[in-house]
């Protein structure tokens, strides 16, 4: 177990390099100079190339590169003598619009992703594994017909309309809730839930059809299984035969999909964060884009990135620990 969790990390270490290159040679090879980016339009020639000298522009590629990733690593100091900058560990730049570190920036809007993406992924996870698991063991029923159905409608329908209409039922029609804000769960946490339950609905109501559909498929597929048929045989519990012989197997696609969906969303929902106006990371890189402001777009690929590929890790070592042959194989 141990060689396989080092022949993993050893892996994401690899993964996380070439995305870093990748992501950094495609925003410093742009027609658009980050040095203007960083002054503005109305520059002067000689304040263009001092700010290319601070940054580092004015060296070759390969070493703007090295000096990133050592930055990342150990922290950087941007220009020389007394008007240096230290950028502490983990240094991701300056924003060019706000001069603030973009780390700063990240860590700030992080806790608002964090609560949008873990509480839609329970509240999703809860309704679609159980939607699912009901449909298959009801196949052909009237549940089975409706509930497929409203899955179907529910990952047809796109965030913003559903986040629209919600916002319109409960907050302007109802009075149920107020318009979501960015309250710490610390500070109020009734506020904070009040504030959350909207963007959680809208993003379960869109990954609970698709959790759904795949539950479904997979358990008709496990119950069709001999191993199944011969547990019944066997004259174990029906609940028995469900948890342990025909649920489990058809939880492992279920844990990869999870895995990818929820570590994409750690690294910011876009959509639903600028329609509910939450300052979180998918805000910031909206935000970020608007404004063209080129460390803080690559910050925060480079961030959702991240969680991408460590969500994947954690994929590998469940799914290690629920079959043992991938430990072999991996």
């Known amino acids: 177990?141990?060689?396989?969790?080092?022949?993993?990390?050893?892996?994401?270490?690899?993964?996380?390099?070439?995305?870093?290159?990748?992501?950094?040679?495609?925003?410093?090879?742009?027609?658009?100079?980050p040095a203007l980016g960083a002054c503005g339009k109305a520059c002067s020639p000689e304040r263009i190339a001092?700010?290319?000298?601070?940054?580092?522009?004015?060296?070759?590629?390969?070493?703007?590169?090295?000096?990133?990733?050592v930055g990342i690593v150990a922290g950087r100091s941007y220009g020389t003598g007394e008007q240096a900058v230290t950028c502490p560990f983990p240094c991701l730049g300056f924003s060019f619009q706000t001069n603030e570190p973009v780390?700063?920036?990240?860590?700030?809007?992080?806790?608002?992703?964090?609560?949008?993406?873990?509480?839609?992924?329970?509240l999703w996870l809860a309704?679609?594994?159980?939607?699912?698991?009901?449909s298959a063991l009801r196949r052909g029923s009237v549940w089975d017909r409706a509930a497929m159905t409203a899955a179907l409608?529910?990952?047809?329908?796109?965030?913003?309309?559903?986040?629209?209409?919600?916002?319109?039922?409960?907050?302007?029609?109802?009075?149920?809730?107020?318009?979501?804000?960015?309250?710490?769960?610390?500070?109020?946490?009734?506020?904070?839930?009040?504030?959350?339950?909207?963007?959680?609905?809208?993003l379960a109501m869109l990954y609970a059809g698709v959790y759904a559909r795949i539950t479904r498929i997979e358990m008709l597929n496990s119950l069709g299984q001999n191993y199944v048929r011969t547990a019944r045989a066997k004259g174990l519990p029906e609940p028995t035969v469900m948890r342990r012989h025909a649920l489990r197997p058809a939880l492992m696609?279920?844990?990869?999909?999870?895995g990818m969906?929820?570590?994409?969303?750690?690294?910011?929902?876009?959509?639903?964060?600028?329609?509910?106006?939450?300052?979180?990371?998918?805000?910031?890189?909206?935000?970020?884009?608007?404004?063209?402001?080129?460390?803080?777009?690559?910050?925060?690929?480079l961030f959702a990135a991240c969680f991408v590929v460590?969500?994947?890790?954690?994929?590998?070592?469940?799914?290690?620990?629920?079959?043992p042959r991938v430990r072999a194989v991996g």
């Open 103 to 122: 780390w700063q920036l990240l860590v700030h809007r992080l806790p608002i992703s964090i609560s949008i993406a873990v509480g839609a992924a329970v």
């Open 253 to 258: 696609p279920i844990v990869t999909i999870f």
């Open 50 to 69: 001092q700010i290319r000298a601070t940054l580092g522009l004015d060296h070759s590629l390969l070493v703007q590169f090295r000096d990133y990733l």
């Open 261 to 301: 969906d929820l570590g994409a969303l750690l690294g910011g929902a876009l959509i639903t964060e600028s329609v509910f106006g939450l300052p979180g990371v998918g805000k910031l890189a909206a935000d970020a884009i608007n404004s063209a402001d080129q460390p803080v777009i690559l910050g925060v690929t």
């Open 153 to 202: 409608g529910g990952v047809s329908l796109p965030i913003y309309f559903t986040a629209l209409v919600l916002q319109y039922l409960l907050v302007v029609k109802l009075g149920l809730l107020p318009y979501p804000q960015a309250v710490p769960i610390t500070a109020d946490p009734l506020g904070w839930a009040q504030s959350m339950i909207m963007p959680w609905i809208t």
């Open 310 to 323: 460590l969500a994947n890790v954690v994929v590998d070592l469940v799914y290690a620990v629920l079959d």
């Open 1 to 33: 177990m141990i060689l396989y969790v080092l022949r993993r990390l050893a892996a994401t270490a690899t993964i996380l390099l070439v995305i870093c290159g990748t992501t950094f040679a495609i925003f410093y090879l742009m027609p658009a100079d």
């Open 127 to 134: 309704v679609g594994v159980t939607a699912g698991v009901l």
